[in-house]
Nanobody, 124 residues
Framework: EVQLVESGGGLVQVGGSLRLSCAAS????????IGWFRQAPGKEREGVSC????????NYADSVKSRFTIAIDNAKNMVYLQMNSLKPEDTAVYYC?????????????????WGQGTQVTVSS
Protein backbone atom coordinates (compact mmCIF):
# COMPACT_ATOMS: atom_id res chain seq x y z
CA GLU A 1 0.00 0.00 0.00
CA VAL A 2 1.33 3.38 -1.03
CA GLN A 3 1.51 5.89 1.81
CA LEU A 4 2.63 9.50 1.69
CA VAL A 5 2.94 11.67 4.77
CA GLU A 6 3.86 15.34 4.48
CA SER A 7 5.43 17.48 7.16
CA GLY A 8 7.31 20.74 7.53
CA GLY A 9 4.60 23.29 6.88
CA GLY A 10 4.08 26.31 9.07
CA LEU A 11 3.93 30.07 9.30
CA VAL A 12 6.77 32.06 7.74
CA GLN A 13 7.35 35.68 6.83
CA VAL A 14 7.70 36.98 3.32
CA GLY A 15 11.13 36.15 1.97
CA GLY A 16 11.60 33.24 4.34
CA SER A 17 12.19 29.58 3.65
CA LEU A 18 10.62 26.25 4.49
CA ARG A 19 11.47 22.68 3.64
CA LEU A 20 8.58 20.30 3.17
CA SER A 21 9.15 16.60 3.61
CA CYS A 22 7.16 13.66 2.31
CA ALA A 23 7.74 10.24 3.86
CA ALA A 24 6.96 7.61 1.25
CA SER A 25 6.33 3.90 1.71
CA UNK A 26 4.91 0.97 -0.21
CA UNK A 27 6.64 1.62 -3.53
CA UNK A 28 9.98 2.18 -5.22
CA UNK A 29 10.85 5.67 -6.44
CA UNK A 30 12.35 4.33 -9.66
CA UNK A 31 8.94 2.96 -10.70
CA UNK A 32 7.02 6.15 -9.98
CA UNK A 33 6.68 9.82 -10.69
CA ILE A 34 6.39 12.14 -7.72
CA GLY A 35 4.79 15.56 -7.56
CA TRP A 36 4.21 18.41 -5.16
CA PHE A 37 0.91 20.23 -5.46
CA ARG A 38 -0.75 23.08 -3.61
CA GLN A 39 -4.26 24.29 -3.13
CA ALA A 40 -5.27 27.69 -1.83
CA PRO A 41 -8.81 28.39 -0.59
CA GLY A 42 -11.21 28.80 -3.49
CA LYS A 43 -8.62 27.77 -6.07
CA GLU A 44 -7.88 24.65 -8.04
CA ARG A 45 -5.08 22.32 -7.04
CA GLU A 46 -1.89 23.45 -8.77
CA GLY A 47 1.09 21.34 -9.71
CA VAL A 48 4.18 23.00 -8.25
CA SER A 49 6.91 20.57 -9.19
CA CYS A 50 7.43 16.97 -10.24
CA UNK A 51 10.30 14.52 -10.53
CA UNK A 52 10.83 11.34 -12.50
CA UNK A 53 11.83 8.80 -9.88
CA UNK A 54 13.89 6.79 -12.37
CA UNK A 55 16.09 9.36 -14.07
CA UNK A 56 15.68 12.38 -11.80
CA UNK A 57 14.39 14.77 -14.41
CA UNK A 58 12.47 17.66 -12.91
CA ASN A 59 9.83 20.17 -13.89
CA TYR A 60 8.64 23.32 -12.10
CA ALA A 61 5.70 25.65 -12.47
CA ASP A 62 6.80 29.07 -13.71
CA SER A 63 5.49 30.63 -10.50
CA VAL A 64 8.07 28.79 -8.38
CA LYS A 65 10.97 28.31 -10.78
CA SER A 66 14.30 29.39 -9.26
CA ARG A 67 12.72 29.56 -5.78
CA PHE A 68 11.65 25.95 -5.11
CA THR A 69 13.72 22.78 -5.37
CA ILE A 70 12.39 19.21 -5.42
CA ALA A 71 14.61 16.31 -4.40
CA ILE A 72 14.42 12.59 -3.63
CA ASP A 73 16.46 10.76 -1.01
CA ASN A 74 16.25 7.10 -2.00
CA ALA A 75 18.06 5.88 1.09
CA LYS A 76 15.51 7.52 3.39
CA ASN A 77 12.44 7.10 1.15
CA MET A 78 11.86 10.82 1.39
CA VAL A 79 10.83 13.53 -1.04
CA TYR A 80 11.59 17.15 -0.25
CA LEU A 81 10.45 20.53 -1.46
CA GLN A 82 12.81 23.33 -0.49
CA MET A 83 10.97 26.64 -0.73
CA ASN A 84 12.93 29.90 -0.67
CA SER A 85 11.98 33.55 -1.12
CA LEU A 86 8.42 32.77 -0.11
CA LYS A 87 5.61 35.10 -1.13
CA PRO A 88 2.08 35.55 0.25
CA GLU A 89 0.73 33.89 -2.90
CA ASP A 90 2.57 30.71 -1.93
CA THR A 91 0.12 30.29 0.96
CA ALA A 92 -1.73 27.00 0.47
CA VAL A 93 -2.05 23.42 1.61
CA TYR A 94 0.80 21.49 0.01
CA TYR A 95 0.40 17.87 -1.05
CA CYS A 96 2.81 15.15 -2.05
CA UNK A 97 1.53 12.73 -4.70
CA UNK A 98 2.70 9.63 -6.57
CA UNK A 99 1.83 8.25 -9.98
CA UNK A 100 2.50 4.71 -11.18
CA UNK A 101 3.91 5.98 -14.44
CA UNK A 102 7.43 7.08 -15.14
CA UNK A 103 7.51 10.59 -16.54
CA UNK A 104 6.78 14.17 -15.66
CA UNK A 105 3.36 15.63 -15.09
CA UNK A 106 1.98 18.51 -13.05
CA UNK A 107 -1.63 17.51 -13.67
CA UNK A 108 -3.40 16.38 -10.52
CA UNK A 109 -5.57 13.89 -12.44
CA UNK A 110 -2.44 11.99 -13.48
CA UNK A 111 -1.66 11.03 -9.87
CA UNK A 112 -2.89 7.94 -8.07
CA UNK A 113 -1.95 8.43 -4.44
CA TRP A 114 -1.93 11.49 -2.20
CA GLY A 115 -0.78 12.56 1.21
CA GLN A 116 -2.97 14.43 3.67
CA GLY A 117 -1.34 17.80 3.06
CA THR A 118 0.54 20.33 5.14
CA GLN A 119 -0.39 24.00 5.56
CA VAL A 120 2.03 26.71 4.49
CA THR A 121 1.19 30.28 5.41
CA VAL A 122 3.33 33.21 4.28
CA SER A 123 2.62 36.40 6.17
CA SER A 124 3.38 39.91 5.03
Amino acid sequence: EVQLVESGGGLVQVGGSLRLSCAASGFRFDDYGIGWFRQAPGKEREGVSCINGRDGTINYADSVKSRFTIAIDNAKNMVYLQMNSLKPEDTAVYYCAARRVIGLSRRANDYDDWGQGTQVTVSS
